[in-house]
């Protein structure tokens, strides 16, 4: 059942019962039946045929017919992989956990809005003083920083042990030093992508930003600090991420398995 009622309505609705059973013949064959887009095994019965939305169904687009009633999103599947699919009953797909890490204003929060599910966790330090302080961007004040730390210590240790149904997981930072990063992928299982930019546009786009204006000495001191610190993977490979665009980096890692 869904747990919204406008999805659960759209279940209901004859545009929904009537595509799914026009694709249930489209994709039958006269030799072997229907087969389930998963296991590729026969679906014997109509109940055991469910339409799965490749792109999940969401009360924020379920009215967007180019998702909700689009064939090309939708999978026919039995039951039972639509369980699995969805994690129920005990079966869980495997949870990943990417480390995220470059300069000051690289563009790595850009790079995880970009590549985040809908079911993913995101743990990024300026967010959590913005979420617990409800102040601007950027206006950190250092009395937090320890129950700031305390609650990023705590999503750490969650994704660490894989506490929850989420499906991935995200640690945005700026990781300049190599045997720290290298260590905290260890001890997470972790993945880790770097998201280069020169000192030059990382400068640049501090200028640039009027919001920041206010801590620009701070965020000066930031980016000269991490630069002086940094020193690259030895065994990285480079890559162009066309999702970001000219303004926000490069990739230098393997990309995520989505």
């Given at each position: 059942?869904?747990?919204?009622?406008?999805?659960?309505?759209?279940?209901?609705?004859?545009?929904?019962?009537?595509?799914?059973?026009?694709?249930?013949?489209?994709?039958s064959?006269?030799s072997?039946?229907l087969?389930?887009?998963?296991?590729?095994?026969?679906?014997?019965?109509?109940?055991e045929?469910?339409?799965?939305?490749?792109?999940?169904?969401?009360?924020?687009?379920?009215?967007?017919?180019?998702?909700?009633?689009?064939?090309?999103?939708?999978?026919l599947?039995?039951?039972?992989?639509?369980?699995?699919?969805?994690?129920?009953?005990?079966?869980?797909?495997?949870?990943?956990v990417?480390?995220?890490?470059?300069?000051?204003?690289?563009?790595?929060?850009?790079?995880?809005?970009?590549?985040?599910?809908?079911?993913?966790?995101?743990?990024?330090?300026?967010?959590?003083?913005?979420?617990?302080?409800?102040?601007?961007?950027?206006?950190?004040?250092?009395?937090?920083?320890?129950?700031?730390?305390?609650?990023?210590?705590?999503?750490?240790?969650?994704?660490k042990?894989?506490?929850?149904?989420?499906q991935?997981?995200?640690?945005?930072?700026?990781?300049?030093?190599?045997?720290?990063?290298?260590?905290?992928?260890?001890?997470?299982?972790?993945?880790?992508?770097?998201?280069?930019?020169?000192?030059?546009?990382?400068?640049?786009?501090?200028?640039?930003?009027?919001?920041?204006?206010?801590?620009?000495?701070?965020?000066?001191?930031?980016?000269?600090?991490?630069?002086?610190?940094?020193?690259?993977?030895s065994?990285?490979v480079?890559?162009?991420?066309?999702?970001?665009?000219?303004?926000?980096?490069?990739?230098?890692?393997?990309?995520?398995?989505?």
């Open positions: 059942m869904a747990k919204y009622q406008v999805l659960s309505e759209f279940y209901k609705s004859p545009e929904w019962i009537n595509l799914r059973k026009q694709l249930m013949l489209e994709r064959s006269t072997r039946g087969l389930c887009e998963i296991c590729h095994e026969p679906i014997l019965r109509d109940i045929c469910i339409g799965h939305h490749i792109q999940e169904l969401t009360p924020q687009n379920v009215n967007d017919v180019q998702v909700s009633l689009n064939p090309r999103n939708i999978l599947v039995h039951h039972r992989c639509h369980n699995a699919l969805h994690e129920r009953f005990g079966q869980t797909m495997l949870q990943r990417y480390i995220v890490y470059g300069p000051p204003l690289s563009g790595k929060t850009s790079f995880v809005r970009n590549n985040k599910g809908r079911k993913d966790l995101v743990l990024d330090l300026d967010e959590l003083y913005q979420a617990i302080t409800l102040l601007p961007a950027y206006d950190k004040p250092t009395e937090l920083k320890m129950n700031v730390f305390q609650i990023r210590d705590e999503l750490l240790d969650q994704m042990i894989r506490m929850g149904k989420w991935n997981a995200w640690i945005i930072g700026g990781y300049s030093f190599q045997l720290e990063r290298q260590r905290l992928a260890i001890a997470m299982g972790a993945e880790l992508f770097f998201v280069e930019a020169t000192k030059e546009e990382c400068l640049r786009r501090l200028f640039e930003d009027k919001d920041k204006l206010p801590f620009q000495t701070e965020w000066h001191k930031y980016i000269h600090v991490w630069f002086l610190a940094f020193r690259p993977d065994l990285s480079e890559m162009q991420d066309d999702r970001l665009g000219p303004e926000q980096g490069t990739m230098d890692a393997r990309k995520p398995r989505l």
